[in-house]
């Protein structure tokens, strides 16, 4: 959620949710707007040549929202950030603005999520799925696949994607840009026809733990979000479906399983449901990596549990894939920060573990479970 400074972190201020609003009915000028603003910048854009933008991306509670906070230590480095919400398609002018009008910077304060992170409006965080959602109405439907590949065809969000990333580079006066959006999942082969040197990181989860997370995550977002229309219409409109009332399955294709996941969720096995989903993203990555040897060689796949176990060296891994050079003393600050989180108040029983184990065998080995 962006609106971290209330009390209840999943609560969006009046002002944002009119601005957000504003934008979603008036996108085409919007759209307008930031072509104009490319324009005037174009002088500025055209001595920056994008190199290497980094995608950080998996099904979400995989460790995502740590890795890119690490990257963006990196003072190459730019991210969105939360304070990009609303106007997230003309990211210069917004950022201007936004450092003119700011006098201070509110303390950290625990994310939504109720995890260990902290976060203040100037954080890292996923906010590019507003964009992709300009251009791609069928991103969220579960009825058909959400997947892009390189033979997907879309010139103007290619261009206008580029533009944008140049644009919030300048601003931040960064050369590099670190993505965090776990939907691109299905997009790896058709960013990698965008940029040929994107640099992919796949983070997975052992299925058992990552499950319970997942678990604990939706009922907390669906407990915070009753009688809450703002914190609702705030979700749909940055593109979070992961958890909540407004909940729905990535459907990879026709041998995806989404409308069976939504079915299983629907009856309330959400064990089953989330295993089954669990294998069907991860199933649909290991197929893609396993026929796609140019995507292989780009895409670094990063075990939670090694970056838990094993931070120095996990982390030292993620820079060298990802051609940054480490800031000196960041890998050792985090090596006590990064453990397996002990604040689960859920576990699964002998039959949930069953279950789990029955609908992920087969995925699960892929990735040396």
């Not at 910048?41 to 950080?56: F, K, S, W």
């Not at 290991?286 to 090694?306: G, I, S």
Request: charge should be neutral; include cysteine.
């Amino acid at each position: 959620m962006s609106e971290i400074a209330q009390p209840n972190p999943f609560q969006v201020t009046g002002w944002a949710h009119a601005l957000g609003g504003l934008v979603e009915r008036h996108k085409p000028t919007l759209l307008r707007l930031a072509a104009l603003e490319t324009r005037l910048l174009d002088e500025q854009l055209a001595g920056r040549p994008l190199r290497a933008p980094v995608y950080i991306s998996g099904l979400a509670r995989a460790g995502t929202t740590i890795l890119l906070e690490i990257l963006s230590r990196h003072p190459a480095v730019a991210t969105h950030q939360y304070r990009d919400y609303p106007l997230i398609l003309v990211p210069y002018w917004w950022d201007r603005l936004l450092r003119y009008m700011e006098t201070k910077t509110a303390a950290p304060r625990t994310r939504a999520h109720g995890d260990r992170i902290q976060v203040t409006q100037h954080s890292p965080e996923a906010m590019e799925e507003a964009i992709w959602m300009a251009f791609f109405e069928h991103l969220h439907d579960q009825r058909v696949s959400n997947v892009l590949d390189r033979s997907t065809s879309n010139p103007a969000f290619a261009a206008f994607y580029r533009e944008h990333i140049g644009k919030l580079l300048l601003a931040r006066g960064a050369a590099r840009y670190v993505s965090k959006a776990n939907y691109n999942v299905t997009r790896f082969a058709y960013l990698q026809e965008v940029f040929p040197d994107a640099r992919f990181v796949l983070p997975v989860r052992q299925p058992e733990t990552h499950l319970v997370s997942l678990m604990r995550q939706h009922r907390r977002f669906c407990e915070g979000l009753a009688d809450n229309p703002k914190g609702r219409e705030h979700l749909r409109r940055v593109g979070h479906f992961e958890f909540g009332p407004e909940r729905r399955a990535i459907n990879t294709g026709p041998e995806g399983r989404a409308a069976g996941v939504a079915e299983l969720w629907a009856r309330g096995e959400e064990v089953r449901g989330w295993a089954r989903y669990w294998a069907s993203v991860h199933g649909f990555l290991a197929a893609q990596l396993a026929r796609d040897d140019t995507l292989r060689c780009a895409v670094m796949v990063l075990r939670y549990e090694d970056l838990c176990a094993e931070p120095e060296a996990t982390l030292a891994a993620l820079f060298a894939h990802v051609e940054l050079e480490p800031p000196a003393g960041l890998i050792e600050a985090y090596r006590g920060k990064l453990a397996a989180p002990s604040y689960y108040d859920q576990r699964l029983t002998d039959e949930e573990a069953a279950i789990v184990a029955e609908e992920t065998a087969e995925v699960r080995r892929r990735f040396g479970y």
